[in-house]
């Protein structure tokens, strides 16, 4: 049998089913189990994950406008797009953000796939970012290889305010390039985005050396702690065999006092990480970017090594530090923690939910989302048919529509229209449709015109056309 014929015989036997169907759905009681089939109620509807938000369709202003606004500095500096896995080997994370780290210790979201494979939800991606530069072997392209990115992350945190469990970050990270240079490039980059948004905000910059400068400074700063040990928080004291450096930015006001008298770190560094740190300043001051010192600021991830920053909004301090806009620094070692070749390497990441705050409490000016200037009105199963065709015109010529399909009155249909601001609503009856025309009615004036449904398209470009000029 050719394979045409088989083709057929089974187009006849869906036909032959169809018919079937529609006898049987003439019964009364069959037709309505037809159209309302049973819901089986549960007891409690479905609820939003702690932590996890939607981001609604009235929010997509804030989004759009921080997106555009990063890729377009992405472009400006050369950064190409990556995107990675949202799920990892759980040992990526553990080997690059540390075992000791908050983030490894308490926040994973981490489980057994059904292979028996141990994964993790990505709680942040520079540690994937390097693992794909040696996945690919980038070490061969020119060097730095510059990348950027924007996606969710996920860290089960205690839900608070600017803290969620599922958040968007975007970042620029540039692997392959040791001058300092970048960093400053990098803070540049970071400021700039600001400067867009036109919201203030202090870079905070520090160094932490590399990691046999950290110990002996770690070393130093267990024994200035240990010797005050009864004056410390809880969570302190068990951070000073873990973690001594996250005592540093504690935000308990005992451990605050006695911060201040500590040992810095900055006198630790050796002598190439204090010159590094030094070109790092200059250049950003022959940038013109300011920046604040601070001793203080170590980051809650391992990877770091020399230069570290946080972008925190301005004003005071404590709140400051606790909604921080983003936090980036050198990770020249983490390339090779992960199998690959020496490779310094440096970056940030902003948190967008963060910025969307900031933006909202400054009242900044946010461009709106574009709405569609025409609606489409339809009266009648054939119009609503013939409509269908006319959109995907509209289409071609990339002019969006916004229609309710489901009203049948013109009276219901205008008044959707001038909620939503149209300038022009199209109107396609049943007349319409047999006479090839349609109607445009300009809604402030409330005239109408007819015209030709071929040339309907056109006469809409020139509306808008007109109405955008003046
Ligand atoms: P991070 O400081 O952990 O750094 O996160 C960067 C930013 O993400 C934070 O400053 C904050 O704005 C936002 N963020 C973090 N956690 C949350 C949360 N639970 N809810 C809302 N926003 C949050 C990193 O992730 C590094 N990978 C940055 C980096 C890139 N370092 C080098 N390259």
Sequence with gaps: MSPKKKTTKKATKTVKKTKAVKTVAKKPALKSAVL????KKTAKAPQLLRGMRDILPADQNYWDFIYDTTREL??????GRIETPLLEETNLFVRAVGKDTDIVQKEMYTFQDIGGETITLRPEATASIAR???????????????????????RHERPQSGRYRQFFQFGFEALGEESPVLDAQLIMIANDFFKDMNLPITVQINSLGTPESRLAFKT??????????????????????????????????GCRGLRNEAPQIIDWLDEDSKNHFMKVLEALDEADVPYVLNPFLVRGLDYYTRTVFEIWPEGDDDEARQNA??????????????????TPAAGF???????????????????AVEKPEIFFAQLGEQARVKALALFEDFRKARIPLAEAFSKDSLKAQLEIANKLGAKYTLILGQKEVLDGTILIRDMEAGIQEIVDQKKIVREVEKKIGKSAAG
């Design 36 to 39: 309302k089939p049973r819901v």
């Design 74 to 79: 992405a472009r400006d500096f050369n950064y």
């Design 132 to 154: 794909s530069y040696v996945t690919h072997g980038m070490l061969n392209q020119p060097q730095p290889v510059k990348f950027w990115y924007w996606g969710p992350m996920f």
């Design 220 to 253: 130093e700063l267990v024994s200035y702690y240990r010797s005050r040990r009864g004056q410390l928080c809880d969570d302190c004291k068990k951070r000073l065999n873990k973690n001594p450096l996250r005592l540093l930015d504690c935000k308990d006001e």
């Design 325 to 342: 806009l983003g936090g980036g620094g050198r990770y020249d070692l983490l390339v090779e923690m992960l199998g690959g070749r020496p």
């Design 349 to 367: 990441a902003i948190g967008v939910e963060r910025v969307i705050t900031y933006l909202r409490s400054a009242e900044a000016k946010v461009p």
